[in-house]
């Protein structure tokens, strides 16, 4: 770990597993944190054999999510095994768990007995519904909280079905809410020497975003409801994805825009025009102003041509990009969105970097993710555990390791 990281010298206990607690404790690993990856033994966090894994059986996805942890793998069951998760839980600063509905009880791992161990711990659920709530019971993941949340009923073709995101918006969503969560607990904690139970449910971190499709129908009565609008907008245009002549592009253009658009584009007579006079004859004939635009779009070589002329304009817009095509791409490569990495059993291969961006940290820190049990001499050492008591634990299958 480098030196003097924000978050440096706060150990976290992560009971996470798959994505939205692992997004949690690898932005807190960017930042310097401690942190104690506990996983269940025998097999450990199940995304180690989760996507694209190689001839040696080292899965991207495990390693992307866990990068700059420590793993200890126990019997969560065994009682020797709830002792030294006891042990740690005593002297940590935040405890982070995403399992199912139930199991922290089961395990007497819940908050009400967590606080009684450490009254200066924080600990942070996450889960799909919620710890408190009326379906607090049902377990759920990424797709389900897109559902529930109305994001998917907003996504997709009007005439089509709902259409899931096509990425794991929740898990990540989540995730970062539970991060700056846990960084005003630790906060509130500096200045009152208290910690706190923090509950974040995957549906309310969607549901959060929703800027019009909750406050529109509520104040008219539920006379206007919103619907999906597909590649276009219902309210606004131009708006929405339009086919250059060699990929998509898209177009958002504001009602300050619209005036340098219409030059942009060769057609300064639309200011004129009483069709497109204001944002509601632009809705109304949408249809047609869209075909004007794509029409003066088919008149390039290159999307790139387009791009540059809405850009000098400063119409905002932007090309539809694959994410790998962020490889190499100058915009990700200036911000750091873009990292390549070196893993001992991966090799180098890019991921998505650290979004988060302090001046006074201004170079990522160089992290690998653990394989399984990897720490667990470590760690065990660390809490007061003997040469004789860790080959014991290990004879009696209460800590594992293994090669990847």
Request: charged share 25%.
């Amino acid at each position: 770990m480098g030196s003097n990281r924000i978050l440096e010298g706060i150990r976290v206990v992560d009971m996470t597993q798959y994505l939205a607690g692992p997004t949690v404790t690898r932005m807190m690993a960017e930042m310097g944190a401690d942190i104690v990856k506990i996983e269940q033994s025998p097999g450990g966090d199940p995304s180690r054999n989760y996507a694209i894994i190689n001839e040696k059986g080292r899965s991207g996805y495990y390693v992307q999510q866990n990068r700059g942890k420590k793993s200890l793998c126990i019997d969560f069951d065994h009682p020797e095994g709830k002792e030294i998760l006891v042990k740690l839980l005593t002297s940590a600063d935040v405890f982070v768990e995403n399992y199912g509905p139930g199991v922290m009880e089961r395990r007497e791992l819940h908050w009400d007995s967590v606080k009684k161990l450490n009254p200066e711990l924080i600990m942070a659920s996450i889960s799909g519904f919620g710890r408190e709530s009326s379906m607090s019971d049902r377990p759920a993941f990424d797709m389900i909280a897109q559902a529930f949340s109305g994001s998917m009923f907003m996504t997709g073709d009007p005439e089509g079905p709902p259409m899931p995101v096509g990425q794991s918006i929740a898990d990540v969503m989540t995730g970062v809410h539970a991060v700056a969560a846990i960084g005003y607990a630790l906060f509130h904690r500096e200045r009152t020497g208290v910690g706190q139970f923090v509950d974040i449910a995957m549906v309310d971190a969607l549901f959060h975003s929703q800027e019009l499709a909750v406050q529109g129908p509520s104040l008219t009565g539920m006379r206007w409801k919103p619907t999906r609008s597909g590649h276009r907008s219902r309210i606004n245009s131009p708006l929405g994805v339009f086919k250059g002549p060699e990929g998509w592009i898209v177009i958002q253009c504001m009602e300050a825009q619209w005036p340098r658009f219409v030059e942009a584009i060769g057609q300064p007579q639309l200011l004129t025009d009483d069709r497109f006079a204001d944002l509601v004859g632009r809705m109304k004939n949408r249809e047609a102003l869209n075909a004007i635009i794509e029409e003066w779009m088919q008149g390039f070589a290159t999307d790139q041509e387009i791009l540059e002329i809405l850009a000098n304009a400063r119409v905002p817009s932007g090309p539809v990009l694959a994410p790998y095509d962020a490889i190499g791409h100058p915009y990700f490569e200036s911000r750091g969105a873009i990292r390549e990495v070196n893993d001992p059993l991966l090799g180098d291969f890019h991921i998505p970097g650290d979004p988060l961006r302090f001046s006074e940290f201004p170079e990522p820190l160089h992290l690998v993710a653990p394989t399984l049990g990897q720490h667990n001499e470590e760690i065990l050492k660390s809490l007061g555990f003997t040469d004789k008591q860790i080959t014991s634990l290990r004879a009696d299958g209460v800590i594992k390791s293994g090669d990847t």
